[in-house]
């Protein structure tokens, strides 16, 4: 489709592939990458970023449904995809093993039914198992853990490809972390015990990746980091570089005197004689609500505050001094000259975090490779 509007977000598949390779040199030769790219990428593409992540060495790709995993398969990705999201209801096993989908199976009935699935397609299905060592939302627990790993241990239409678990508190509580570690281990000793083989031992995301090297086992799970966002507050040991840009530009400019108020409920009013830009983004792009009056964008390298309300299809910033035109180009997120606005700002400005402000980019942004 044609793009009229001045809105597009860029992505770089080149900033991804450093990322990874980045990541890559980090964790070492032993450990593999499975790459996450559910929720479309965390917005930014997930069917242009396959391709970068499986050329740039990553063995697996993470997708959080049958979904995404269908649609990836359909635009030609080969490589090994895991659904990380619990498959309901258990029938759909059907479905992963037609896309030829990894399944992550969270609990004995899972099991259960992905065996019966394969039986009925004559095929060894591989699965994952997941345990919950802390996280609360899907797994078998650690002491069932044992028991299900003997029951599948004596099924010849499953195979157990995989072991998982998910880290509730990688960057914040190094105690709890720990906990979740040793029972992950305990899981693996009696994987071991049953002597399955070849099975991958998985549960660092970003944060755990960069910062302690004790959780990589096989395999690490990236997703943040590999769009180039640091995952903590702190600078990350690896070189990251923004995937994403988002840019507009000015559609109209007038200039305003002291008390005029600008956009709904009239929250903010010049304090004297002002330029005002609007710009054609709003919160049906993405741009939080929250950020009215709060946040900037870049306009000639300079940082320019949203004054007033953020509407749905435009906001409007003050440009006073900077001798702006309309068509002027706009960073949203991304560099103009000596400045950068991160998506971290965005996420300190909507009091989110930055996953939300990238899964926030709604559809009507096109994404176009840069
Ligand atoms: C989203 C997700 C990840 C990636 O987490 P990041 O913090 O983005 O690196 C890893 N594992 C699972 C199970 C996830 O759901």
Known sequence: MAIYRPTWAGVSQKAFASNLRALRAFIGRSVQILAVLKADAYGHGAVLLAKAAVQNGATHIGISSLEEGIALREAGVKAPLL?????YPLQNF????????IPTVASQEAAEALRKAAF???????FHLKVDTGMGRIGVSVEHAKRVLEWIKNQKEIRLAGVYSHLAAAGSDAEFTKAQLAHFNDVKQHVSALRFQGVLFHIANSTALLHDKSTHYHMVRPGLSLYGAAPTGSSPPVTLLPVLSWQTKIIFLKKVSAGTSISYDRTYRAKNDREIATLPVGYADGVPRRV?????VLVKGARCPIVGRVTMDHIMIDVTGLSAKVGDDVMLVGRQGKETISVWDWAGWAETIPYEIFCGLSKRVPRVPV
Do not use: C, Q
């Not at 059907?94 to 989908?101: E, G, I, M, T, Y």
């Open 292 to 296: 009215s009056n709060k946040g900037f």
């Open 94 to 101: 059907d479905v992963a093993l037609k896309f030829n989908l």
């Open 120 to 126: 009925r397609r004559n095929k060894k299905a591989a």
């Open 83 to 87: 659904i990380l999201g619990g498959v």
